[in-house]
């Protein structure tokens, strides 16, 4: 006898298809791994970040700790008799100098790191660069408040700001949905060198 086995009809094939469940494991896999890799990745940028940050404020702070003890006024040092403000601007020549390396040992950690420097003096409420950038503008928008605040009128100063950039691990479809800005660490410290009259810097040749 001649069994026929009749097609199974559209609803029993819908529901065939449904419950296979056969690569289920491997996808399921793959769509965790890939959260999981992104949240281990913005883990390990945001930690970066956090220390990059922690870096830049401790060698800005050393920096201007540095110049800011440039004596204000004419004295002899290591048998050399000169400016205080020649020390200042030697110094950061030194910082800047690309082939000394001594920027480069102060902020070992920190990648694709740039300084900048300014040496001014306050008149009013202007701030007249002595050395360094040609404007405390070209620092950053917060700086000339901060360095009105901590000066007096004739004061001397001296500001180093430190910008380090990372290349992140996160996908890039993140950093471009308005994440990239946190990948730029941005540190700076004011300090006063010299007050009075006296104490005023002149402008310097770079």
Known sequence: MTHIVAPPSSRTAVRSFFREDRGTAAVEFGLIATVLAAILGGIIDLSFMIGANRDAERASALIVKTLASCPPRTTANSGFTHQGSDCVTQTMRLYTDGNNGRFKNIVLGLPNADLKLLYFTRVGTEIETCFGVDFVEDL?????????????DDDTGVVARIVSNYTPLMPSFIIDHGLSAALSSSQYTVDVQGSGPGSRCSKSSS
């Not at 950053?140 to 007096?152: A, D, E, I, Q």
């Open 140 to 152: 950053g928008p917060n700086v000339k408040p901060t360095v009105l605040s901590v000066t007096r």
